[in-house]
């Protein structure tokens, strides 16, 4: 397996195509989801434990598996259950930072306005899994919702003959009400409808396969989402003072979630693209998995990119609004200043994606595809609603109330301009 260098200016229209057209894959799958979801939606939790036998190879008992949480927290091996303690305090700390506070603010013409803050009711999370252990998951999508207040938070998990104890551990350690045994879309569909066991939510938040964002692609407009995600992607921007071995480091950690992983570095040094390229051969050899960081790496939209200039760099990695952003340079304030596209960024060499991943404290549930140009990853606002409040005075109104009534004739809308003139002749007669 090689990486070649190419050159920025040079791609072509495909290869710009394969950049910046990312997609999170969901078509080939969306016909049979919304069956999926059709069928939990009517036949409830009969449906969930055909789909569970059928894509899980797991006959399911009991759906709620909650206790379960909690004992495999109990009996996990303390080291492993004090790590997930740091990490859920430390994305705990960073959220709690991120709670807005009410305010309300007068005005000297009379007008008193003000916004407030409340968690959405109920969520739900869903946390990949089933054999597989995502502890990490389950922290970044329950702990903001629980420091937000929502008073009722529901994770979905898929089944498996031993869900990972290190994934329920965390569930509980995260401080999740409720815990249900069912993945895919299945999973998404009873959270978004409700069964006879899982109850409906008003949200629903986590990262998943395909199957998973193509069904909350279609429950859409029934239940709030975060956004539909695809594979895993990052750029690293490094200049020539960059460790070659680190970024190539970055790019295979990356590439091991997912054959469809896009991992870009892109640099304006002729020498760092080609040591970068020479480190990414000898060190993927190491690598456990090693065969899926392969594909990831001749994936069309992976690859070391040479810029004529930083400037040309930074115009790059902006229209890529990449999920992570790595910048290894020696003005990597200055970089970061030109940037505002990027899910989350990690400045310097000591600072790897893998750091927000697990525990630095940010949060890994991040937009892919280009969504960082339009929103960000979770947090606490992601599980917060605003209302507006206001409160006139009597000259507030009168101050005011010739523009409304203008605005409402304009309109055609007499009954909002006739609202404001029975009050204003009210304060002119001194009977309000």
């Known amino acids: 397996m090689s990486i070649e260098v190419r050159e920025t200016a040079e791609l072509g229209p495909d290869e710009r195509a394969a950049f910046f057209d990312r997609d999170a894959g969901i078509e080939s799958v969306t016909g049979d989801v919304r069956e999926i979801v059709e069928r939990v939606r009517e036949e409830g939790d009969v449906a969930v434990r055909e789909f569970s036998s059928e894509f899980d190879g797991v006959d399911v008992g009991n759906l709620e598996i909650t206790d379960e949480c909690e004992r495999a927290y109990d009996d996990l091996d303390p080291e ?6 740091a990490a859920a305090a430390n994305v705990k700390e960073f959220h709690e930072a991120q709670l807005p ?3 309300r603010r007068e005005f000297a013409d009379g007008r008193e306005l003000g916004r407030r803050f409340r968690p959405i009711d109920r969520v739900g999370v869903y946390v990949p899994g089933g054999s597989a252990a995502y502890p990490s998951s389950a922290i970044m999508g329950v702990v903001p919702a629980v420091v937000a207040g929502v008073d009722h938070v529901a994770v979905v998990t898929p089944p498996a003959e031993e869900i990972s104890p290190a994934t329920l551990a965390a569930i509980y350690a995260a401080g999740a009400d409720v815990v249900y045994q069912v993945g895919g879309a299945q999973a998404v569909a009873s959270l978004a409808y409700g069964t006879e066991t899982i109850d409906r939510v008003e949200k629903i938040v986590g990262p998943g396969n395909k199957w998973v964002t193509a069904a909350k692609a279609v429950v859409r407009g029934d239940v709030e989402i975060d956004f539909l995600a695809g594979p895993s992607e990052v750029v690293v921007v490094a200049d020539e003072t960059a460790d070659p071995e680190l970024v190539a480091a970055e790019l295979l950690a990356q590439a091991e979630h997912d054959p469809n992983t896009s991992v870009v570095a892109v640099t304006d040094d002729e020498a760092t693209a080609d040591a970068i390229t020479t480190a990414v051969t000898e060190l993927v050899r190491a690598r456990e998995r090693k065969d899926v960081i392969r594909e990831a790496l001749e994936n069309d939209a992976s690859g070391v990119l040479l810029a004529r200039s930083m400037s040309e760099a930074i115009l790059f990695t ?4 990449p999920e992570h952003l790595s910048i290894v ?7 970061l200043s030109r940037i505002d596209s990027a899910g989350s960024v ?4 000591n600072t790897p994606v893998a750091a927000g991943d697990y525990a630095s404290g940010t949060n890994h549930v991040l937009p892919t595809n280009g969504g960082a140009r339009v929103t960000g990853g979770l947090s606490v606002e992601t599980f917060l609603r605003s209302t507006t409040v206001q409160r006139l005075s009597g000259d507030g109104l009168a101050d005011v109330g010739e523009t409304i009534t203008t605005l409402a004739d304009a309109e055609g809308l007499e009954a909002h301009a006739e609202s404001v ?3 204003l002749e009210r304060i002119e007669d001194g009977s309000s």
Do not use: C, M, N, Q
């Not at 492993?80 to 303690?85: F, G, Q, S, V, Y």
């Not at 340079?329 to 970089?335: G, L, Q, R, T």
């Open 318 to 321: 902006e229209e890529y609004a």
């Open 80 to 85: 492993l259950r004090e790590a997930i303690d």
């Open 421 to 423: 003139r029975v009050r």
């Open 346 to 349: 990690f400045l310097g060499p």
């Open 101 to 103: 506070e009410d305010w």
């Open 329 to 335: 340079a020696d003005d990597d304030e200055s970089i």
